[in-house]
């Protein structure tokens, strides 16, 4: 049973460009969300995506956007790529299905793209 | 504002020992308060998460402690071995938000 999965595992740009990460959910999984990890720091919550539509953001900019497709996997994009966007970005699946509380359904990690910026 | 605060930043302990890693939250609304675990070149796992209405869950060699009324919970690694060497993270999740604390890289000595 393959877990999360995250395309690619590492990426280098230019400021100003802009990028796309990509995830495949954990077999089983419907909901998809995205968390930026600056080093040494915790995970930090960008947005959630659940029926193909973004349910929850955090605060980040509009340059940070997102898509799930039908078979649930998910992309971020980012535009205007700034130095300070360099981090490791998480995608995280659970299985939803409308539940307000994720307990029953923790959050699976995939091992992360690393972004570096320069 | 940082939702979890969490604490020490580091932490070296004897093979064998304890390890204990606290957190403090603000939002009384959390759902739940799990622990993740991870090493290197890894995402975080899941290591054992609690209810607040729970005021301590073991799992193993790791226990989770629940004070409601102080708004804090920690996390106890008994018999600490080198293979738990990683960076531990508390968390809080609101509506399926995470907010997770800051990390406490933890470093087993054989």
């Known amino acids: 049973d393959a877990g999360v999965t995250q395309s690619p595992t590492h990426l280098i740009k230019t400021r100003g460009q802009q990028v796309t990460l990509r995830c495949s959910p954990k077999s089983g999984h419907d909901t998809v969300s995205w968390y930026q990890q600056a080093l040494g720091q915790g995970p930090q919550f960008i947005f959630q995506?659940?029926?193909?539509?973004?349910?929850q953001r955090g605060n980040f900019p509009d340059r940070f956007s997102g898509h799930q497709f039908p078979n649930y996997s998910s992309e971020l994009n980012v535009n205007a790529l700034l130095l300070g966007d360099s981090a490791l970005y998480l995608c995280a699946s659970s299985f939803r299905q409308g539940a307000v509380s994720s307990y029953n359904s923790p959050l699976h990690f995939g091992n992360g793209t690393r972004l570096t910026v320069t | 504002q940082q939702q979890v605060k969490q604490s020490p930043q580091s932490l070296i302990v004897q093979k064998g020992g304890i390890s204990i890693i606290n957190c403090a939250y603000e939002?009384?609304?959390?759902?739940?308060f799990p622990w993740y675990q991870q090493f290197p070149g890894k995402g975080p796992a899941l290591l054992i998460a609690i209810r607040p209405d729970v005021s301590e869950k073991k799992e193993g060699r790791f226990t989770i402690s629940f004070n409601k009324s102080a708004k804090q919970f920690s996390l106890h690694i008994m018999d600490s071995q080198p293979g738990d060497s990683a960076t531990y993270f508390c968390?809080?999740?609101?509506?399926?938000?995470?907010?997770f604390g800051s990390g406490t890289k933890l470093n087993v000595k054989p």
């Open positions: 995506y659940y029926e193909e539509e973004e349910r």
């Open positions: 939002n009384t609304a959390f759902d739940y």
């Open positions: 968390a809080a999740p609101y509506f399926n938000k995470f907010y």
